[in-house]
Structures are given as structure tokens and as C-alpha cells.
């Protein structure tokens, strides 16, 4: 920020929700879903509840570090990045394990929640999923999503951006980079050949469609934001007569 003070940071976050399977399961699944905030809390110095302060204490962190997120406040500078795939929802038991639920509430309401606490930009930064054996299970899953970017957008919550994970196959996602086993998975917009597979062709024609629609429907929104203290920096000064310009 000494260099560029308007720099933004995307962050890419895992968006999670965890699912009480039985009355008894209710505890430890809202625990989880308490934990699942604490990176993001961190990061943008928003204090915890007393029962995730006392889990930060008893897994080692110390009231200082804690402070110190507090007091390095750059929450201005973000955008929440977050992802969704059809494994970020959980289903809890009553001992604590999970197992994958599947998608439950999807990508549409667990945003909501993540906005609601932080008030951010938001950005859909990962998704995808496997093209099956009849070459259409990831076209269906990208305008599922985009959908669920739609009716965000729609419900009022300023998203910026939504990708496809990744521009290529990847190699041994199905084992998350633990074996070396070479395994080509199908995930990318083209193959490793860079032939373009359905889900970049769809992935294309959604950009067609949308491309002369959305930039008229867009918020008003200029990060990053603007604060007080930095009204007469330059680069704020820079940012306000850009704005003035037709």
C-alpha cells in the first residue's frame, strides 16, 4: 500500500455451511459454522464471540496477535472473493464428524449470510465441476451458479466478478494434490490441449448474452472505498476526479 495506496485485494475464501443432522447434532454444527467465519473475521478485524476467542486462545493464539488484527484494519482496501463447489455444505452427526451433504442451500443464500456480517463487495472466485459422461454435467452446474450470481446481484448485494476454476484441466484435484498420480481431471474451461470443452463454449455464450445487459444494471460501487482520514491523499483526490469524468 505504500506503493499503490488503491490497491484492492481479492480474497479467495471457502464459502461453508454445515447442516445439523439430528436435534443432538445442533451444538457442534453451530460451532462449525462459527469457525467457518474466523479467517475472514481476522482479516478484517471484526471481533469475535467469547466462544470463538476461547477457541483462538486454546489453539495458541495470544491476546496480542489477536490485537493486532484488530488494529490492522484494511477491510476498505478487500473484496470478499468466495467460492462455492457442491462439496462447501456439510452434513453434521451428533459426535462432531461430517459427511458431505451436498447442495443444500446454495451459493445464493450462504453469500448472503457472508455479506450480511461484513458488508463487502463481493466476488464469486472458484467454482466448477467434473464434465461427466454425457458432456453436459458442468454446462448445467455453470448456469446453475450463474443463476445464483443473478439473484445476489438481484437481492441487492454488490458482486463484482464470478469465475470459472480453472482456464485448464487440472491434475490430481481428485486427491487435492496429496498423490502424484498424474491424473488428468476434467475441470477446465479448455483441455490440457487447449480444446475448448462445452462448459467454455456455454461459459463464452454467457458472456455474449449478459455482456450488454449487466453494465447497465451495475451498482453504483468505486472501491476501494474512500475514508476520512484519507480524503486529501492524493490517490483519493485521483479517484474523486475520475469519478467527475463523463
Known amino acids: 500500500?505504500?506503493?499503490?495506496?488503491?490497491?484492492?485485494?481479492?480474497?479467495?475464501?471457502?464459502?461453508?455451511?454445515?447442516?445439523?443432522?439430528?436435534?443432538?447434532?445442533?451444538?457442534?454444527?453451530?460451532?462449525?459454522?462459527?469457525?467457518?467465519?474466523?479467517?475472514?473475521?481476522?482479516?478484517?478485524?471484526?471481533?469475535?464471540?467469547?466462544?470463538?476467542?476461547?477457541?483462538?486462545?486454546?489453539?495458541?493464539?495470544?491476546?496480542?496477535?489477536?490485537?493486532?488484527?484488530?488494529?490492522?484494519?484494511?477491510?476498505?482496501?478487500?473484496?470478499?472473493?468466495?467460492?462455492?463447489?457442491?462439496?462447501?455444505?456439510?452434513?453434521?452427526?451428533?459426535?462432531?464428524?461430517?459427511?458431505?451433504?451436498?447442495?443444500?442451500?446454495?451459493?445464493?443464500?450462504?453469500?448472503?449470510?457472508?455479506?450480511?456480517?461484513?458488508?463487502l463487495p463481493v466476488m464469486h472466485t472458484e467454482t466448477n465441476l467434473w464434465q461427466g459422461p454425457n458432456g453436459d454435467e458442468a454446462v448445467l452446474w455453470l448456469w446453475k451458479e450463474w443463476a445464483n450470481v443473478l439473484r445476489v446481484r438481484n437481492d441487492g448485494v454488490p458482486i463484482v466478478g464470478f469465475t470459472w476454476y480453472s482456464l485448464t484441466d487440472q491434475v490430481d484435484w481428485d486427491s487435492a494434490l496429496r498423490e502424484n498420480n498424474g491424473r488428468v481431471n476434467p475441470l477446465g474451461l479448455y483441455d490440457l490441449d487447449r480444446n475448448i470443452r462445452p462448459v467454455g463454449t456455454a461459459y463464452k455464450q454467457l458472456i455474449a448474452d449478459w455482456q450488454q445487459v449487466l453494465p447497465a444494471q451495475s451498482l453504483c460501487l468505486q472501491v476501494p472505498l474512500v475514508m476520512p482520514q484519507d480524503a486529501d491523499q492524493p490517490w483519493a483526490q485521483q479517484q474523486k476526479e475520475s469519478a467527475r469524468r463523463p
Open 1 to 119: 500500500l505504500e506503493v499503490r495506496p488503491d490497491a484492492l485485494f481479492i480474497q479467495s475464501e471457502s464459502s461453508e455451511y454445515f447442516h445439523a443432522e439430528n436435534p443432538a447434532a445442533i451444538k457442534p454444527a453451530e460451532l462449525m459454522n462459527a469457525k467457518r467465519f474466523l479467517s475472514l473475521d481476522l482479516n478484517y478485524g471484526r471481533r469475535v464471540d467469547s466462544e470463538m476467542y476461547e477457541y483462538l486462545m486454546d489453539n495458541g493464539m495470544t491476546r496480542d496477535e489477536y490485537h493486532f488484527f484488530l488494529g490492522n484494519k484494511l477491510k476498505h482496501q478487500c473484496i470478499m472473493g468466495n467460492d462455492y463447489y457442491r462439496t462447501n455444505e456439510h452434513r453434521v452427526r451428533a459426535d462432531g464428524s461430517t459427511t458431505a451433504s451436498g447442495e443444500v442451500f446454495g451459493y445464493h443464500v450462504i453469500t448472503k449470510q457472508y455479506h450480511d456480517r461484513y458488508k
